[in-house]
């Protein structure tokens, strides 16, 4: 029998029969980090969050991921959520009256200090500062848009915050809302094994990763660097130093340029 290989601080589960078991609606547990999305496509969740690190935590109730169902708010026979823009144009706005009381039953349970967000193509870039943000609180509720957006008025009326992936545009939000909290939940204590790593990771301190080698130490020709096997744990710290800098210099020139503004001459 091949005896399989432990990567220190990583765990796998795998996909459940009925993942949506592990949806908790309607339940909020002190000291876990409670999630609320306001959706039109529930069943789009837990998706990837049912799998490996976030899959586990939330088996175990670190977290809890809650999903309230746009359409149960919908106006008339056929629930509509959503109308024509106002002063005509292309597409449709999902309407103030139906997204506020799903808003409404969504802080019903949340806690004080439980950011609102939107996720928006015109929001402020999610970067890795603002999931350490989020991961201290005590949970978010997150709004997964669609069609042309939502109605500015709720926007207005619940101070919503608007939050982007990036300069591009989805079909909905729902993608997004999975990247966003896998990022958040793999910071909530006692979800990835090794806690150290999260410290030398890209972008938790304004760097990006080193380069990373394992075995073989010889790779069809390539070697893997003679100081990483050295056993000198302080060359081998300041060999990653100069490395994450060298990366961040070489494939993120804005994140070094942000870390290390140019000085005005005197």
């Not at 402020?124 to 500062?129: A, D, E, H, R, V």
């Not at 992936?165 to 910071?187: K, N, P, S």
């Amino acid at each position: 029998m091949v005896k399989q290989p432990k990567s220190h601080g990583l765990k796998r589960i795998s996909l459940s029969e009925k993942p949506t078991s592990l949806i908790t609606n309607n339940e909020v547990i002190n000291g876990a980090w409670n999630v609320q999305i306001i959706t039109l496509f529930p069943e789009a969740f837990p998706g990837v969050l049912g799998l490996s690190l976030t899959g586990k935590a939330l088996q175990h109730r670190v977290w809890t991921l809650s999903t309230i169902n746009l359409r149960d708010f919908g106006i008339g026979k056929h629930k509509k959520v959503d109308d024509t823009p106002s002063g005509g144009g292309p597409g449709l706005v999902i309407r103030a009256d139906v997204l506020g009381p799903a808003i409404e039953k969504a802080l019903s349970r949340a806690g004080a200090s439980t950011p609102l967000v939107y996720l928006s193509p015109r929001g402020k870039t999610f970067n890795q500062s603002l999931a350490q943000n989020w991961s201290k609180t005590e949970g978010i509720i997150l709004i997964c848009g669609r069609f042309e957006g939502i109605d500015q008025r709720v926007i207005d009326h619940y101070g919503v915050e608007e939050v982007s992936m990036g300069d591009f545009v989805m079909t909905g939000g729902e993608i997004a809302a999975q990247a966003m909290i896998d990022t958040t939940v793999r910071l909530l204590p006692n979800v990835i094994g090794n806690q150290d790593s999260l410290k030398t990771e890209s972008h938790s301190s304004g760097l990006l990763e080193h380069d990373q080698f394992t075995r073989p130490d010889d790779w069809k020709g390539q070697k893997v660097p003679k100081i990483l096997t050295s056993g000198h744990h302080g060359k081998i710290e300041s060999w990653r130093e100069n490395q994450s800098k060298s990366n961040t210099k070489k494939y993120r020139a804005d994140m070094w340029e942000k870390s290390n503004p140019i000085k005005p001459n005197n």
